[in-house]
């Protein structure tokens, strides 16, 4: 993880997981929008080397349920880049949500 959300030392909450099981080998970088409750409010790519659109809609779909502390003393929209790794899984399909 890096950008103003480390910067400012806002932790992050629960167990999150930084490797998914999916239908590819590879990894994808994300912008996550956080806002003062640490909540997701917004999700952009930055840089992947997966070619699967399904693939980085997994990990999407995974890096919107992070959650991170709440507080009105951070910025309404606080920033963070977070890196997840897809492990190409022994599943016959994948399970993707679309929102």
């Not at 030392?9 to 239908?23: A, D, H, L, N, S």
């Not at 502390?69 to 949500?97: L, N």
């Amino acid at each position: 993880m890096s950008g103003a959300i480390v910067e400012d030392g806002r932790k992050i909450t629960g167990e999150p997981k930084f490797i998914v099981e999916g239908m590819k080998n590879g990894w994808a970088k994300y912008d996550l929008s956080v806002d003062i409750e640490g909540k997701v409010t917004g999700v952009k790519m930055v840089e992947s080397n997966l070619k699967s659109t399904p693939a980085t809609t997994i990990i999407r779909n995974h890096v919107k349920k992070f959650r991170f502390e709440p507080g009105t003393y951070y910025p309404k929209y606080h920033h963070v880049i977070v890196k997840i790794t897809m492990i190409k899984g022994e599943f016959s399909s994948p399970q993707i949500d679309l929102d």
